[in-house]
């Protein structure tokens, strides 16, 4: 649970007590009791940034420290693997709503659209993906000679 949650218990019990104060209290008390319930909940909004503050100073620090620049996305097989599974269900109920909205017109769209998704985080993860295959050179120099 984070330090802000939107059920959090203790916030909830305050607003309570708020409420049976301003119905015990009457109407005349209502602009204190809305103004210090609105303090609590400041507090507890700073107390949330600075831990999230902190932590993220002391990432960057540690990243620092190792000499490191951030970490790359890393590129697993299950992600690919993952990704295209999703990309495929997913197709399905698009390839539906494109053909029987718009034939095949919003058939090709549809199809046009996993396509460029798949091509954006397959260039994502190799940006050398599409740049075709460079000949290594030969360390005799020329193919040609002998």
Request: no cysteine; proline share 14%.
């Given at each position: 649970m984070t330090g802000m949650d939107a059920r959090d218990p203790e916030l909830k019990k305050e607003l309570n007590a708020t409420l049976q104060a301003r119905r015990e209290l009457g109407e005349e008390y209502e602009s204190a009791l809305v103004d210090s319930f609105l303090e609590k909940v400041d507090q507890r909004i700073d107390g949330a940034v600075d831990r999230r503050l902190r932590r993220q100073l002391a990432e960057q620090q540690m990243v620092s420290a190792r000499g490191a620049r951030s970490p790359k996305p890393t590129d697993s097989f299950g992600e690919r693997f993952g990704f295209a599974i999703v990309s495929l269900v997913l197709a399905i109920p698009l390839s539906a709503i494109g053909g029987a909205l718009a034939n095949l017109p919003g058939l090709l769209v549809a199809w046009v659209g996993i396509v460029g998704v798949n091509a954006f985080q397959a260039l994502r993860v190799n940006p050398d993906l599409f740049r075709g295959r460079r000949a290594k050179p030969s360390?005799?120099?020329?193919?040609?000679?002998n």
């Open positions: 360390p005799h120099g020329s193919d040609w000679e």
